[in-house]
């Protein structure tokens, strides 16, 4: 089910946003939609990076290919 959002915008701003969406094909709905979802979606990755990076840095262990695939018995 969808709903309407409504936002007030700079017409300056309504323009450049309208141009550029139709000059890629979408609404200008769709691509604040997609924007929107782009920027939450980098944001999440990055969270998700740091937190694999933090428990990297407390254990910095590494294992090869052949190492894992052994271990798993695929090999």
Do not use: C, N
């Not at 300056?12 to 979802?37: D, N, P, R, V």
Request: charged share 30%.
């Amino acid at each position: 089910m969808s709903t309407t959002y409504t936002m007030r915008i700079d017409e300056g701003q309504k323009t450049l946003i309208a141009e550029y969406a139709a000059s890629q094909g979408q609404s200008m709905a769709q691509f604040m939609i997609g924007a929107a979802l782009d920027v939450i979606e980098d944001a999440i990755d990055l969270r998700d990076w740091k937190a694999a990076k933090k428990e990297f840095d407390a254990d910095p262990a590494t294992y090869s290919h052949d190492e894992i695939m052994r271990e798993f018995g695929l090999r």
